[in-house]
């Protein structure tokens, strides 16, 4: 293991990729957007923002009216400024590239109006009270959407999670340097200020039964994302040093550091997998392997993220797949497969298989496994006439009802692992379903 690196080299190693604009810089770049009637940008995005109107605001100087334009759309507009996929959205919309110019840093101005907010500690207001109340169960970008758009419709809100802080992967799972813990609280304080009460550190199932949130409150709106990493499932899993991503993303973010091994494998092709490879470099691991049982081209990392993390020295292992983890008390070494791609399936995607005799040894003393989540399955079966379907809740995308009209859910939990805006995006239209719900209950 390497020893844990200082707070003072945290910092620096985990400094934010994208660096906030000057104030000039930020209008200079305000400045080349051609405020487009059609906004293909605003198209792009999940959320809606209009970019064109955000951007104008920087442009004459009003970073307030700016950052209001943003979460007028998008209540987590700092989150997403940082961890969105621009490129493939907003900033891959851009009108520019027809003219083989750089697109409009979307991305990076919607941050600087952002941080604009917070840092002058603006607040939002909440619509008038009327009779309706809403459990949201679980407190990640889904809930907190749709907690904050009940709210502007004037309805209680409780939003309950099993865990201490609130904000989900946005606190717990987004790599450090994209979004720190401290800037996804500074979302879920804004939420709290518009009257939303939290009960954080209480599980829904256990400590309060869903029979109890039933009684109390008139919607139940589910959030609650999906599982823990999924187990490998090959021999020498439960070894020391075998940490699954999720894990070991959110032990980091929140003690600011952590041990690491020198020589590590991240199992998966995932933006999480990326994600754990990049963070086992900045805390000083001597050599990073990332084993994807698929090639390059059907690995399902942004091609950027994987691009990134190549320039960081990560080294990719394609069509090779683990069948073992090797070791007395702890990794000593990862056991894999060479793969390769035979026809297509039903879904047009080639399945591996492994090339019998293939069979090699790579020396590690650290596993991060990362090929996706589990579901929730054992809590949603607990929740009365709900629908699922691999797992996932069965819910109307733009109202969010679900099979039990009591219910609505959206996010993860739904959609089975989306960006954290399709979150958004979802969370708030359901808050819309809600408020026809509650309209039909109470008048
Ligand atoms: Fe501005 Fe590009 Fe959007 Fe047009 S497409 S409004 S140029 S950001």
Excluded at 405 to 425: I, K, L, M, Q, T
Aim: glycine share 12%; charged share 25%.
């Amino acid at each position: 293991m390497v020893p844990p690196v200082s707070s003072r080299e945290f910092e620096a190693s985990f400094a934010e990729i994208h660096p906030p604009l000057g104030p000039h810089e930020a209008i200079a770049e305000a400045t080349r957007c051609l405020y487009c009637f059609d906004a293909p940008c605003t198209n792009a995005c999940p959320t809606h923002i209009d970019v064109p109107r955000f951007i104008k605001k920087i442009a004459t100087g009003n970073l307030t009216g700016s950052a209001f334009a943003i979460l007028d759309a998008n209540i987590l507009g700092l989150s997403c400024s940082r961890v969105c996929p621009v490129n493939v959205l907003c900033e891959g919309a851009c009108v520019l590239h027809r003219y083989h110019k750089r697109p409009i840093e979307i991305g990076r101005l919607q941050r600087h109006a952002m941080d604009h907010f917070y840092a002058r500690g603006l607040r939002l207001f909440e619509g008038e009270r009327r009779r309706g109340r809403v459990a949201c169960i679980g407190a990640g970008p889904a809930s907190l959407a749709c907690a904050a758009e009940l709210r502007r419709q004037g309805l209680g809100v409780t939003v309950f999670d099993k865990r201490p802080l609130a904000g989900g992967l946005n606190t717990y799972g987004v790599a450090e340097y994209k979004l720190r813990p401290s800037d996804s609280l500074k979302e879920v304080e804004l939420v709290r200020a518009m009257g939303v009460e939290f009960r954080l550190g209480v599980e829904v199932g256990r400590e309060v039964s869903i029979e109890e949130i039933e009684k109390q409150f008139d919607i139940i709106f589910l959030g609650v994302g999906l599982g823990p990493t999924l187990p490998l499932g090959i021999p020498g899993e439960n070894l020391a040093g075998v940490v699954d991503a999720l894990r070991f993303i959110a032990g980091y973010k929140t003690n600011g550091g952590a041990y690491i091994g020198r020589r590590v494998a991240i199992v998966g092709g995932g933006n999480t997998a990326i994600d754990a490879a990049a963070a086992s470099r900045r805390l000083g691991a001597e050599e990073v392997h990332l084993l994807y049982r698929r090639s390059e081209k059907e690995m399902p990392a942004f091609e950027h993220e994987v691009e990134l993390a190549r320039q960081q020295g990560i080294r990719f292992h394609w069509l090779t797949q683990p069948v073992a983890i090797h070791g007395g008390q702890e990794v000593e070494a990862i056991e894999c497969v060479r793969m390769e791609l035979g026809p297509p399936d039903q879904k047009g995607r080639r399945q591996p298989r492994p090339i019998e005799g293939s069979n090699f040894r790579l020396s590690c003393d650290m596993v991060i496994p990362s090929i996706g989540q589990s579901r929730l399955i054992e809590f949603l079966s607990q929740c009365r006439r709900l629908e699922l379907r691999h797992g996932c809740v069965v819910a109307d995308l733009e109202t969010g009802r679900t099979a039990n009209p009591r219910y609505f859910a959206a996010g993860d939990c739904v959609n089975g692992g989306r960006e954290v805006v399709d979150s958004v995006a979802e969370g708030k239209r359901a808050a819309v379903g809600i408020g026809k719900a509650i309209e039909e209950l109470h008048g």
